[in-house]
């Protein structure tokens, strides 16, 4: 890996405070709190030193949500290691989901803010394509967890079913559910006692629906779980800890 001159380094280093001030400022006080005028009085740069890095406050979520994507697909990538049986690997996958949300609380509210259309629209290609590589990244590793199952002869996808179809169903199920259990504080009182639980029982009868062997009847995916969370990702789950 190439050395960074002194000149790099202290652009990454502005970015970077850029970033971090914006982070903040977008979880305190949402999108229309945040502006181009707030973060430059905040990291104490002139105007034109933040508009040479990021055209707008827009291109700065998407560098955000650039951000958020890697810590993401980290967390996946070491979840696809877990070792074990294609579903088993994917249930790991689902612990990867699951501390993502309850531990970096920030990086999942960007990951909701970018989804408005007004804000994509105002950000620059060039960012746009590096948010889709991150992407791409992403579901690569789920998809070929997928593939790997298919391969093994765990699973048999209907002809009209890619494994990245399959894949955007379980994103949706996830990131459709925790956008709803971040907004809403009375769950509870429609009857959902434990919505990590539903999510997971959701999935796993989704992939029983699917015939992805072993079914939820044939093993205890819940003691899968609790392996990959304190094993694979037995740091993490003390962060977990110390929060309670």
């Not at 970077?16 to 979880?27: K, P, T």
């Not at 689902?94 to 803010?113: D, K």
């Not at 048999?156 to 709803?180: C, K, Q, R």
């Not at 919505?195 to 629906?209: E, K, V």
Request: aromatic fraction near 8%.
């Amino acid at each position: 890996m190439p050395t960074l001159s002194r000149k790099q380094r202290e652009i990454q280093d502005r970015e970077a405070q850029i970033l971090s001030v914006a982070r903040e400022m977008l979880l305190k006080d949402g999108y229309l709190g945040m502006s181009m005028d707030r973060i430059a009085e905040a990291v104490e740069y002139g105007k034109g030193t933040v508009y040479r890095h990021f055209p707008n406050k827009e291109d700065i979520i998407l560098a955000l949500a650039v951000e958020t994507q890697k810590k993401r697909t980290a967390l996946f990538q070491r979840a696809s290691l877990f070792r074990g049986a294609s579903r088993e690997r994917l249930t790991a996958v689902g612990v990867a989901c699951e501390l993502f949300v309850r531990l970096y609380t920030s990086h999942f509210h960007v990951e909701q803010v970018v989804r408005l259309s007004s804000i994509w629209e105002k950000t620059s290609e060039k960012r746009q394509n590096v948010l889709r590589t991150c992407e791409q990244a992403c579901m690569g590793i789920v998809s070929g967890i997928v593939r790997d199952a298919v391969s093994q002869g765990d699973l048999t996808l209907p002809e009209d079913i890619t494994p990245e179809d399959m894949v955007f169903g379980m994103w949706a199920i996830n990131f459709g559910s925790f956008s709803i259990m971040s907004t809403s504080g009375s769950l509870d009182e429609i009857g959902i006692e434990d919505p990590t639980l539903a999510i997971r029982g959701c999935i796993n009868h989704m992939l029983d629906g699917f015939g992805w062997r072993l079914l939820s009847t044939e093993h205890d995916y819940e003691a899968v779980f609790e392996k990959a969370l304190t094993e694979t990702f037995a740091d993490e789950h003390q962060q977990l800890l110390a929060q309670q």
